[in-house]
């Protein structure tokens, strides 16, 4: 009898870490458009205000859940709700892309990247207060080798002079990490489709007051940018938040996927290469092989050990 128990543990255990797989890839799907959406909000900044920008590239978002809410006939949060999504709104795109755009006219899309880095720890440190979720000692030293990954990327080319925009990309850090955090309250109960459509909604109507500004702008626009703009909105926006929150629903802590976040100065600086030219350096190599070796570390290091145990201890009882 205690045989089949422990089968039967066995079973369930590997049919939730198969589930537990897929948040994986959606973290990464949700990382590589928004790195190509830094280095497009760097290129579009050339032609475009901070806030108008954030505008246009959230209208494009709005419209493409619209379209996906009445196809799939989406239904309404519940009006006790509410208040969560226009929070979720105000952080995770009013607050954020306002900032993080104001950032990135002083700043380039690699530092950008490098500073957000900080979001997978702010992140941990907020849910292990406000949800109790514990990390071990193996992933809190997964933490401090990512970080040492963007330590090296930063500081083997040595400090660059303070700058205004560090603080407002430092800022939008924190407003992603808060919105990480209502992200995963809201996916307990919502779809990660409904999480994003009706978070994207609401930060879009409070940044449509910039709405009129970005029509002036957009006359002296070429055509290229505006595709740029365009994918913002569908990719780095709308695609990007919805398997974000689909990895949240799909993991079992917070900081599984907003550790992800790591891989962002990395993946940028390599996209700049390809859409700018510009060539990746000897500290970009070098921090993201650290971070790639941080991210396996906190994703797998210790699995198997906990896996054996919890079995044995359900056994045992």
């Known amino acids: 009898m205690m045989q089949n128990k422990t089968t039967e543990l066995m079973s369930k255990s590997e049919k939730r870490e198969q589930n537990m797989k897929t948040f994986h890839l959606y973290a990464l799907i949700t990382i590589l458009c928004w790195s190509v959406g830094n280095t497009f909000t760097k290129i579009a900044l050339a032609y475009f205000s901070p806030c108008p920008l954030a505008a246009l590239r959230y209208v494009v978002a709005f419209v493409t859940f619209v379209v996906i809410a009445l196809v799939i006939k989406m239904k309404l949060p519940q009006r006790k709700d509410l208040f969560w999504f226009i ?12 900032a993080f755009n104001k950032g990135c006219e002083t700043v380039t899309a690699s530092t950008a990247s490098v500073i957000l880095a900080a979001v997978p720890v702010i992140t941990a440190l907020l849910a292990n207060f406000i949800y109790k979720e514990r990390l071990r000692l193996l992933q809190w030293a997964a933490i401090a080798v990512e970080f040492c990954g963007v330590a090296i990327m930063t500081l083997m080319n040595g400090l660059e002079a303070i700058k205004p925009g560090m603080l407002w990309v430092l800022i939008a850090a924190l407003s992603l990490s808060t919105y990480n955090l209502i992200v995963r309250h809201l996916t307990k109960k919502y779809t990660s489709l409904q999480t994003s459509a009706f978070s994207i909604f609401a930060g879009a109507i409070l940044l449509m007051v910039f709405l009129p500004q970005a029509v002036g702008e957009v006359r002296q626009v070429p055509p290229v940018t505006l595709i740029y703009v365009v994918f913002m909105g569908v990719f780095a926006s709308a695609l990007a938040y919805a398997t974000w929150a689909k990895a949240f629903s799909k993991a079992p802590k917070t900081s599984q996927v907003s550790n ?15 859409l700018t030219g510009a060539v990746p350096d000897l500290a970009t190599i070098l921090g993201g092989i650290v971070i790639f070796a941080g991210l396996f570390l906190f994703t797998f290091g210790g699995r198997e050990r906990k896996r054996k145990d919890e079995i044995s201890n359900s056994a045992s009882e």
């Open 260 to 274: 992800y976040m790591f891989l962002t100065p990395f993946v940028t600086g390599v996209l700049e290469f390809f």
């Open 87 to 98: 929070f979720a709104g105000a952080t995770g795109f009013f607050g954020y892309t306002l």
